[in-house]
């Protein structure tokens, strides 16, 4: 059973999960001579778990091919989906039970298709993938916080080079969210006005890290970017939850996330990179803490090209070094021509 | 001219030094067949900005050979002593200027040696330079914290073989110091006791965690430990500064790193890590919102191996996943024979 532990100096959570130890990395070690089974591809739908969801326009059945987009438990899970979480204090620390939902976003049949070379309406099933599992998972009272992101390449911490994104229900808020929380709801407080659309409004009216707009998203490079090339992507509209993206929302959606992935590569030829959606926690019908969120915090996403690395002085402080300006970035990326 | 831009949704500085871009890496790219330059090395001291501090124990001529441990200013520096902060508001966003010193402490004359395997006066000299180098930069009022850490190894930052260490001199106090700062503090209020001593309590007693402990200091595998084999270095003495230890308390020291060290490198192989000292925060004499972290906080040294990478989940939540458990790696280190 994977655990979670917390670190008092800096209540930071840790899960623990030995069994991941097993899982076969694609990009480690040794050339081996047999051919590698790509257990994402068509025709080898056997090989993972069964699919929880799965984009099947001429309705197949399930778990063999016909599918576009498909979704399955994890096969090396972080979290396991069954029991009780167990909150309990271990002498001076606190601890729970690693409960909780790590699932694999398939994004295509094609082992060789990158998510940025599919078309406008397959980048668009991988999100609505997405906001499907999470509309499920959210019933589940267990889980407080769903946490969508993608690892591309080795440096970036994939260990599988086929097209893929992962969804993990987590049983605590992150530090990380609470903190973003926490500024955007003090921001409120102090101005009245949310922090996410003075950001874009600054960066809109003043172009020089904008990259790309359309009706509904802007894609820019963060002032404070910590990697060469970071991109934000923030919704016009304001909703604290990914999950309320919809219809030709989502498309839009997949076009800025589209044209924002082909500008990087053509950039940086094929970079390693995460991507994380940063999204609201799960909120129960009761009056919190969080109360103000439909007005205080928004949705949005992060792109980090895995360029550099991340050193002692990064551990240290928090800071980070970065040796491009996001405005030159900017610049660079908006001139390619797609 | 380097430049401090915060990012207003997290509070975090990032560091734009664009020169960096053009230090020469001995880890990436092609191998050539031209012998490389250790400016490091005995003999080569022209190749390096002129040294601030050394121990010459037969009094040679600075910046000539008969050294033991040698400072110099990087030539790379992510920030720059000369000049003036002005921090200043660009439109909707903080910066201000990289002001700061970027030091790089040469461990040893010899290419091959690594910290661990030198002696343990060669060691101590090691840690003597950081502190004399600290209650030299302290006397600067536009730095307000002194980082000190250890790159080893490609894969933990480092871009040079040789030996060494590396001292930042920040014109800010870094949110990840301030927010130990913070919980120490709460802590102390709270309780009326230590956090720092209470977590050294509960592992001395415990056991399961400890790997090494000498009459100054405890070596211990950390509850919530991120990576597999990290260790935490926790003096028995409170005092909040690094540069409070001297004398007999810093061979104990030297020897507890050695000793550190010395077990990770034959259970993991010469790894790679990062070491880092979290110290206070440089005070002036005024009473400030810190004013008892004489009792509530305690500096201490993080190492962190770095056989695992940082992926999208991590950098989503700020949470880690760790495949071994603190009580396997500290059995594990604890039975090896030095």
Redo the contacts between chains.
């Keep these: 059973m994977p655990e979670l532990?917390?670190?008092?100096?800096?209540?930071?959570?840790?899960?623990?999960?030995?069994?991941?130890?097993q899982r076969p990395i694609d990009f480690e070690g040794p050339e081996t001579s047999l051919p590698k089974v790509d257990a994402f591809s068509a025709g080898n739908e056997r090989l993972t778990p069964g699919e929880v969801y799965a984009v099947r326009p001429n309705g197949s059945t399930p778990n063999t091919p016909g599918w576009k987009v498909r979704v399955v438990p994890n096969r090396y899970p972080?979290l396991r989906i069954e029991g009780e979480l167990n909150p309990e204090a271990?002498?001076?620390?606190d601890r729970l039970n690693g409960i909780g939902a790590h699932e694999v976003i398939i994004e295509t049949p094609d082992p060789t298709l990158a998510l940025e070379d599919q078309s406008l309406e397959g980048v668009a099933d991988v999100f609505q993938a997405f906001r499907h599992r999470t509309l499920d998972l959210m019933k589940d009272s267990r889980f407080h916080?769903l946490?969508m992101?993608?690892?591309v390449g080795?440096?970036?911490?994939?260990s599988v080079a086929h097209a893929h994104s992962?969804l993990?229900a987590?049983p605590v808020v992150?530090?990380?969210?609470k903190?973003?929380l926490q500024?955007?709801l003090r921001y409120f407080e102090e101005k009245d006005r949310n922090?996410f659309e003075?950001?874009l409004r600054?960066e809109v009216k003043?172009q020089e890290r904008i990259v790309y707009e359309n009706q509904g998203f802007v894609v820019f490079c963060?002032?404070?970017?910590?990697f060469p090339f970071e991109l934000s992507i923030y919704p016009r509209r304001q909703s604290p939850d990914f999950h309320s993206v919809d219809g030709h929302e989502m498309v839009l959606l997949a076009d800025a996330v589209k044209n924002a992935l082909s500008r990087l590569k053509v950039a940086l030829g094929t970079p390693n990179y995460?991507?994380?959606?940063?999204t609201a926690p799960v909120r129960r019908p009761r009056k919190n803490y969080w109360s103000t969120i439909d007005f205080d915090f928004r949705w949005h996403i992060?792109i980090?090209p895995r360029l550099t690395?991340?050193?002692?002085?990064?551990?240290?402080?928090?800071?980070?070094?970065?040796?491009?300006?996001p405005e030159e970035a900017a610049q660079y990326l908006r001139q390619i021509r797609l």
């Design positions: 532990r917390k670190d008092p100096l800096v209540g930071r959570w840790v899960v623990f999960a030995p069994e991941r130890k972080a271990v002498g001076f620390y916080y946490l992101f993608k690892n080795p440096q970036a911490g994939a992962q993990m987590l992150p530090m990380q969210i903190h973003k500024i955007a922090i003075d950001i600054n003043n963060p002032f404070a970017s910590r995460n991507m994380v959606v940063f992060e980090l690395g991340i050193a002692g002085f990064e551990f240290g402080t928090g800071f980070f070094i970065n040796t491009t300006l």
